[in-house]
């Protein structure tokens, strides 16, 4: 899982409430993402950033909200609005170029909203 | 559009013998080809990816991937399974706008002693 961590591994909420979700990495890549994974389905983006304090919407970004104030951090919020957040969130990070570069993986948080 | 698929949402082979886990892709201009692993409740791990150059890439853990533009292909490939090689492989691209990557819905590869 590199020099990505995701904290809580676990993460238990009750609906209506909001939730922030950590990542930080230490790899000094100027790119940061957080995907979405649902059993049976591939991971879908929701945000992305590629420098400090700029980020874009990706493909499910609705109920969800980020902020990139520094480099090495990218906290996810899952808001009250997300219609079914229980989920398994994966945070990653890449160098900025070309496209021709991996990500890096956190270990992942998984919530579980009743 | 840029998109990537794994037909196959299963495969089972015994340890010793080869396997595939296969992957088309459609992508415009150049594609940049990416297989990664995902063991159970854990992040993915990158495996190899395809940029240019030689048609069959390298990666780690003895795995190697078949790039074919005719039948715009990326299959998996590893010569002698492992039992330890059972997880979840994810084949991606670069999506449009080149700033993410878009993932296959996954293959499960179950390896039986």
């Known amino acids: 899982d590199g020099g990505i961590t995701q904290s809580p591994k676990y993460l238990f909420r009750k609906e209506g409430q909001n939730v922030t979700l950590s990542c930080e990495q230490n790899?000094?890549?100027?790119?940061m993402y957080w995907y979405r994974q649902d059993p049976g389905q591939g991971l879908r983006l929701i945000y992305y950033s590629q420098i400090v304090n700029d980020f874009q919407k990706g493909d499910i970004a609705e109920g969800y909200s980020v902020s990139r104030e520094k480099k090495e951090s990218f906290p996810l919020t899952v808001t009250s609005a997300q219609k079914n957040p229980t989920a398994f969130y994966l945070c990653?990070?890449?160098?900025?170029?070309?496209?021709?570069?991996?990500?890096?993986f956190g270990p992942g948080t998984r919530l579980t909203v009743t | 559009a840029q998109s990537v698929a794994q037909p196959e949402d299963q495969v089972n082979v015994a340890e010793g013998n080869p396997l595939t886990v296969k992957c088309t892709y459609s992508?415009?201009?150049?594609?940049?080809l990416f297989w990664y692993v995902q063991y159970p409740n854990r992040g993915l791990q990158f495996l190899l990816k395809y940029i240019t150059g030689d048609n069959l890439v390298k990666g780690s853990y003895g795995f190697e991937a078949e790039f074919n533009k005719s039948q715009t292909s990326f299959h998996l490939k590893k010569p002698s399974a492992l039992v330890s090689d059972s997880a979840l492989y994810f084949c991606a691209s670069p999506n449009t706008g080149r700033r993410a990557l878009t993932f296959g819905s996954g293959t499960r590869l179950q390896v039986q002693p």
């Open positions: 790899l000094n890549h100027d790119a």
């Open positions: 990653a990070s890449s160098i900025v170029g070309d496209s021709g570069y991996e990500q890096y």
């Open positions: 992508v415009s201009g150049n594609p940049y």
